[in-house]
């Protein structure tokens, strides 16, 4: 038929996006990271603090916003099935995704409560997302924090010396 090539083409769009779609129960590895089943998926978009990293709040005090970071992800799905669309890989191999549960995308929450930031390197999607969280001084917002990207080149360059 003469629209072959086009139902071939459409065939070839469905097949790739069934394919970029995992879904199923998550374990969280930190606040921007989970797995589902054998795949690893970065959440797309947005930086979270690092496990080991620690914040201030404005009182001065210490606390550790990686650890909450991934909690507050932890409680959030709270068994929930996660589905995330995978756009792509990232340098180590791990799906790059949107996820979500139900009609909640979980990379635009976690920038919008505080607890991620948006990875502008790589993105400018949750940028608003960011700027309403500075603006409400939620979690990583209440005090200071070193964004995630220099806390890991500052701890990268610590252990080359």
Known sequence: PANLPSMIGAAIY????ALAVVQGSPHVTDGDTIRIDE???RLEGI???????SCKRADGSDWFCGQQAKAALIQKIANQPVRCEISGTDI???SLGTCWIGNLNL???LVQSGWAVAYRRYSVR???D???ARSAHVNIWSGEFEAPWDYR????QRHQM
Do not use: G, K
């Open 14 to 17: 469905l097949a790739a996006s």
């Open 39 to 41: 795949t690893r998926i």
């Open 47 to 53: 930086d979270a603090p690092e496990m080991s990293q």
């Open 92 to 94: 180590y191999l791990r």
């Open 107 to 109: 990379n635009q929450w």
């Open 126 to 128: 949750y940028v608003p």
């Open 130 to 132: 960011e700027d309403q």
């Open 153 to 156: 080149a500052e701890h990268r």
